[in-house]
């Protein structure tokens, strides 16, 4: 049962424009998302998070919106540059999984085009 | 800082054998994590230790797999006997206190033939 789930394994855009990746979660106990940006041979390292008390959270080129109601979550990437390709993993945690367990979606594979 | 380190990058094994991946966590982080990726499971977390005490091992599949952390600078995670399933990159991170985000090494690849 997978409790977070992005249902898009791959995403093409051109460089400039605006990527979207989203993310869907069942648990309705999950108050903390993340993203994490992976590159091949490398650990994934942290790209932004937000809390439940938040739908909005931005740092620089990187946006992530969440809205509980539909329990989905979506990192809007502006504009996008050859170097933001790479595999993009949503994340959650909440009380219930405890704070420090992050559940993993698969990840959805980013490519920006020159 | 250097980050997390694990050794080894690569490990390739026969079915039967043990296997020991090493971590080495960010100096002054609290929280260790030990996750697997595989095709089919993605990331999921097998461990995660406290101030060097495990605190949630639920995710860890079988007797076969152990993990230990002695000190606050280094965790091993075991595999005795290996079996081809095991087959995956294991990923070691750390961080720090309870709401910051985890710091991930840059994985172990196992192949067990």
């Known amino acids: ?114 | 800082d250097a980050g997390v380190i694990q050794s080894p990058r690569h490990e390739v094994t026969e079915m039967g054998q043990e296997v020991t991946l090493r971590c080495k966590p960010i100096s002054g982080h609290d929280y260790l994590f030990w996750y697997r990726q595989t095709m089919m499971r993605g990331l999921e977390l097998l461990i995660y230790f406290n101030n060097n005490v495990p605190i949630d091992d639920s995710g860890m599949p079988e007797d076969r797999f152990s993990a230990k952390m002695p000190n606050a600078s280094f965790s091993t995670l075991k595999i005795q006997p290996s079996e081809p399933r095991d087959s995956a990159v294991y990923f070691c991170a750390s961080s720090f206190g309870a709401n910051s985000p985890l710091h991930f090494g840059n994985g172990t690849r196992l192949t067990v033939t």
């Open chain 1, 1 to 114: 049962d997978q409790q977070v789930k992005q249902n898009s394994p791959s995403l093409s855009v051109q460089e400039g424009r605006i990527s979207i990746l989203n993310c869907d979660y069942t648990n309705s106990m999950f108050d903390y998302f993340l993203w994490y940006k992976k590159y091949p041979a490398e650990g994934p390292t942290f790209l932004i998070s937000i809390s439940s008390i938040k739908d909005k959270n931005e740092d620089g080129r990187f946006t992530v919106f969440l809205n509980k109601s539909a329990k989905h979550l979506s990192l809007h990437i502006v504009p996008s540059q050859p170097g933001d390709s790479a595999v993009y993993f949503c994340a959650a945690s909440g009380p219930d999984t405890g704070r420090r367990a992050l559940t993993f979606g698969s990840g959805t594979r980013l490519q920006v085009q020159p």
